[in-house]
């Protein structure tokens, strides 16, 4: 098999547990790739001939970023939305219903081309790694469709048919019970072997407790994992919900109270902070600071869907995090890079250690602390995935 060395890194960011520091940065450092996988890493002066060169220039490398919550497959937008909330109007999770109404109309192939347009544009940033929800069909159809769609572009795609109760056919609101029976059943039945995970978002004015217990628990009789929205609009139960349930995450983590991130450190769930999601809908960002220094595990992940926070880019969340929610820039990369993947139950991507995947970044720079340090700036240089250059 041909190797391939990637040499004069200026900081190899490895995510190594077993360093004495957070991100087991290495500098002046090398790393061998053969077969799709990390062979060596080490430094520079260490390293060994290989097939083909890489040279980086003191550039810093990292690996892939694994973005584990986002909604895109859908269609329409709702612009006018974001520019109304910046004029002062509140964040309304019903928006969620303009987009159903544009996805149910939009063909497979539109959905797949928008899906692939915004992909790419992930990739571009860095991101090797995506988690990808239905959502905006919220019929049998449309959920097994959206699923479809997002099945050719990761393994990581939920079901979330338990997003909103969407409309009756008159526009009357629909019947939440007679909502429930149907993602549960006929909906769960298409959807499932389109998905890995099943979520729901548990909030007021979307779904209750017991009806996030009732849909999860049928997920996983069709071996579905569970993975929920919780706490993002105001306190609930879902976040201990989830520590209960021990969910693989639980994502947005906005109003926690002390008894929540006892049970986030307790059962080891991740929380996943979504920063892109209160830059736009102007609510308060959650504190990061309050659950490292508890011992919680953290992911950031972007949350890219057309409503609450229409980015893609985790080099911007990153920055967001590191500026609005106490996190040093060491903890938001590791939280975008081996967080996500840990909410993803992944030990494969998030490193670049010893048999990891080949997904790694190019920084145009020399360290990690430039993508919150020059926010805003194109700084992914390159992108390497399974060893593979974009
Ligand atoms: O994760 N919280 C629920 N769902 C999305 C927003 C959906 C929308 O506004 O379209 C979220 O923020
Ligand atoms: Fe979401």
Known sequence: MSTTLFTHIGELVTNDPTADDLLGAIPDAALVVEGGRVAWVGRAVDAAAADEVVDLGGRAVLPGFVDSHSHLVFAGDRAPEFAAR??????????????????????????????????AEMRRQGTTTVEIKSGYGLSTRDEARSLAVARQFTEETTFLGAHVVPAGPDGAPGDPAAYVDLVTGP???????????????????????????????????????????????????????ACELGLAAVDHCTYLDDADVDALRDAGTVATLLPGVEFSTKQPYPDARRLLDAGVRVAIAS????GSCFTSSLPFCIALAVREMGMTPAEAVHAATVGGARALDRDDVGALVVG?????LVLDAPSHVHLAYRPGVPLVAGVWVGGRPL
């Open 187 to 241: 909906m769960l039945e298409a959807a499932a072997p389109y998905a890995r995970w099943i979520d729901v978002f548990c909030e007021r004015g979307a779904f209750d407790e017991d009806q996030a217990r009732t849909v999860l628990a049928a997920g996983a009789a069709h071996g579905l994992r569970g993975r929920l929205h919780a706490n993002q609009l105001g306190p609930g139960p879902g976040v201990r919900l």
């Open 86 to 119: 910046m004029a002062g109007e509140a964040y309304a999770a019903g928006g969620i219903r303009t987009t159903v109404a544009a996805t149910r109309a939009a063909s497979d192939e539109q959905l797949t081309s928008h899906v692939a347009r915004l992909v």
């Open 303 to 306: 949350d890219c869907n057309p």
């Open 356 to 360: 990891s995947r080949a997904d790694l």
